[in-house]
């Protein structure tokens, strides 16, 4: 009887380290019981597919609609009945074992995607900000997520780098990390994807960041849709980049983020300047569409303009003219002048030397 109470004590004990190993965070965090460590922050452009990634680390379907109508948290955008419903629209959190297998357990953040209307947008840097501040307070990876097709660097995609570098500060990249979505490695898509692969396009989204990241950062590429084609490749890739992800964030010591800032001032006049500029290059592209028009048309320079030309040309002769004449004049004058003068002194020479020799011979 004592040797099977000893064996069960010894279970029981096992069972609460691992339990405790698996949400174990470290002493500066303050809150390990809310928010079990690692800690996940999924933030990027709206559509990168953050929801279906966040749903996929905690075990959940990677089609997951969330059965409260009232909440939209970790729901898939791409089933919505309207173009909001269906995307996250604040930043929410969930807790549960790492791809649901009932090992580590971990936190996984989702938050509203960036690239919408200005009001929107500063309505997800304030909850973003304001939830990391002052709910979960320490992160171990910001998972910086992007589609494998964003090779084109837009306008809002450079904003959005430079709004997490103000929010975050320079140490925010050492606890960050690249993960591309919709990344197949079935055979099609292997065989498509001819002018890039995963160091180029990590490399091509790195130097995006260039002058603002203070290092590199390292990329994973996790398909959540791995399990549809469901081949060994497939699977085998999902395994390791999965991996690798928790991996990097049970290294990285927890980012602190009480010191992180509201920067929604300078987002709003980055995004003012970037419709300025907007609206300037279209008013210039009309102008040349406009003169290409007329010169197509055998129209060409307006009449006024022409006749405002031919009067400056006109002018400008008749000064050039008058320059020249004017400076004909004073040279003329000068020299007459200066000659006149010279013939004055070489006179009064002249009569000083009579006067010297006729006084010499008396």
């Avoid at 130097?207 to 399990?227: L, N, P, W």
Wanted: glycine share 6%.
């Amino acid at each position: 009887m004592k040797t099977v109470c000893l064996i069960a004590l010894i279970a029981l004990s096992l069972f609460a380290v691992t339990r405790r190993t698996g949400a174990e965070c470290e002493p500066s965090v303050t809150n390990p019981e809310k928010f079990p460590c690692p800690r996940f922050v999924i933030i990027g452009p709206t559509g990168a597919g953050k929801s279906s990634l966040a749903n996929v680390l905690i075990g959940r379907d990677k089609e997951f609609q969330n059965p409260d109508e009232s909440e939209k948290c970790f729901t898939v955008g791409a089933f919505a009945e309207n173009s909001k419903d269906g995307v996250t629209q604040e930043t929410c959190h969930e807790t549960g074992s790492w791809l649901g297998r009932g090992g580590q357990q971990v936190t996984v953040v989702d938050t509203p995607g960036f690239g919408v209307e200005l009001e929107e947008e500063e309505e997800t840097i304030a909850g973003l900000v304001n939830f990391l501040k002052n709910e979960l307070k320490f992160v171990h990876a910001f998972v910086l997520s992007f589609k494998e097709t964003d090779k084109r660097i837009t306008a809002e995609f450079r904003l959005m780098v430079r709004l997490l570098s103000g929010i975050f500060g320079d140490q925010f990249f050492d606890n960050a990390i690249i993960e591309a979505t919709h990344w197949s490695y079935d055979k099609v898509a292997r065989a498509k994807r001819t002018l890039h692969n995963e160091s180029t396009w990590t490399a091509h989204i790195n130097s995006v960041f260039q002058g603002m990241a203070s290092r590199e950062m390292g990329s994973v590429f996790i398909d959540t849709y791995y399990d549809v084609g469901n081949t060994s490749r497939e699977r085998e890739e999902f395994e390791k980049n999965s991996n690798a992800l928790l991996e990097f964030a049970m290294e990285k010591d927890p980012f602190p983020c009480k010191d992180i800032k509201q920067i929604k001032h300078e987002w709003r006049k980055a995004m003012e300047d970037l419709e300025n500029i907007t609206a300037v290059n279209q008013e210039l592209n009309e102008r040349i569409d406009r003169i290409e028009e007329r010169n197509s048309n055998g129209v060409g320079i307006e009449p006024s303009a022409k006749t405002s030309s031919m009067s400056n040309i006109i002018v400008t002769v008749i000064l050039t003219v008058l320059a020249f004449v004017f400076g004909v004049l004073g040279s003329y004058w000068y020299k007459s002048f200066f000659d006149k003068v010279d013939v004055e002194e070489d006179s009064e020479d002249l009569d000083e030397c009579k006067l010297q020799t006729v006084q010499d011979q008396q």
